[in-house]
């Protein structure tokens, strides 16, 4: 067994030195190992995969068919060694998981979490200040969330009123212009910081209260824990409006100003895809089939088109 666990490492190393990041593949392909150990298993069979991949029974069947998928992709590569491995079949679970409906903020639920935020204790420390900042950010950028938490200190470029983003999904790096309200925010934030941590030990931007990097895990839960403190979510809801969808309110906000001004949207979209970090326009597009109000004024520039033409 040990040999298979090498064998994932090599896997993982070379799938990754071809900038795929595999987090959660790597996470599970450990676990099915642990799990081949736990049965005195040394050979991938098709059952042990199907075993091992629904095991979670709490979680929709997406969520099997991925883990399988894992399996699969490192059985193809292992049989090359081990000719006794059994690669899962295409099909066996033919699940796709459904996208999620975005949830659109208001204004004022924005601002109630940005307030909640800022009333975090405790209230002397970085803490209140770091998600105030973080969740404002994020609200007016459009920003993933991985990318504001891997945010470098040199990556603030606030003279220029410039984020540098490096690498993240598709490994694409990009520009993101700030306002002026916004640049002004950060510098309060940076001056809490700096008070509180002259200098930082880590050369991450956004910083925990014991000034270190922040983790995904630490900021999904302190935004959970304000939006049911908030209303956002009721108690013991296990699913609710999600930091992801304050990128989705950026976006399609961004596409009901153009409709509503009469800007042309189909040569701005290439524009917005890149401030967003698309790999494709397509990816863009999605934002116009979410919400009816975009369809609706989607529909009514058609029409009036159409007219002219007529």
């Given amino acids: 067994m040990i040999c298979l666990r090498r064998a994932v490492e090599n896997y993982l190393t070379m799938r990754r030195s071809l900038g795929f990041k595999l987090r959660d593949m790597g996470h599970n392909l450990h676990h099915f190992v642990s799990f081949m150990e736990q049965q005195g298993a040394s050979v991938i069979t098709v059952?042990?995969?199907l075993r091992w991949a629904k095991q979670p029974q709490d979680v929709q069947p997406a969520h099997w068919a991925a883990r399988l998928?894992?399996?699969r992709s490192f059985a193809r590569y292992w049989s090359a060694i081990d000719p006794r491995t059994e690669i899962p079949p295409m099909g066996l679970l033919p699940?796709?998981?459904k996208r999620a409906k975005p949830y659109i903020y208001s204004n004022e639920e924005i601002e109630r979490l940005l307030n909640a935020a800022k009333n975090l204790p405790p209230s002397t420390s970085l803490r209140p200040w770091t998600y105030y900042t973080l969740f404002g950010l994020l609200a007016v950028t459009g920003m993933r969330i991985s990318e504001v938490i891997h945010l470098e200190y040199g990556d603030v470029d606030l003279d220029q009123m410039l984020l540098t983003i490096r690498l993240t999904k598709f490994n694409k790096s990009r520009l993101i212009p700030l306002h002026p309200t916004t640049v002004k925010k950060i510098k309060?934030?940076?001056?809490r910081r700096d008070q509180l941590y002259p200098p930082p030990t880590t050369s991450r931007f956004f910083l925990s209260n014991q000034g270190t990097p922040l983790t995904d895990c630490t900021v999904r839960w302190t935004f959970v824990k304000l939006s049911h403190q908030i209303g956002l979510r009721k108690v013991g809801d296990r699913f609710g409006p999600r930091i992801h969808d304050l990128r989705h309110r950026f976006?399609?906000?961004t596409l009901l100003y153009w409709y509503r001004t009469g800007v042309d949207v189909e040569q701005r979209l290439p524009v917005l895809s890149t401030y967003l970090g698309h790999a494709h326009v397509t990816d863009t597009y999605w934002?116009?089939?979410a919400i009816p109000e975009l369809l609706?004024?989607?529909k009514d520039r058609l029409e009036k088109r159409w007219?002219?033409?007529s």
């Fill in 47 to 49: 059952e042990l995969a």
């Fill in 188 to 191: 309060r934030y940076l001056q």
């Fill in 287 to 289: 934002y116009l089939s």
């Fill in 251 to 253: 976006a399609v906000t």
């Fill in 307 to 309: 007219e002219a033409l």
């Fill in 95 to 97: 699940h796709r998981a």
């Fill in 296 to 298: 609706a004024l989607t």
């Fill in 69 to 71: 998928g894992f399996v």
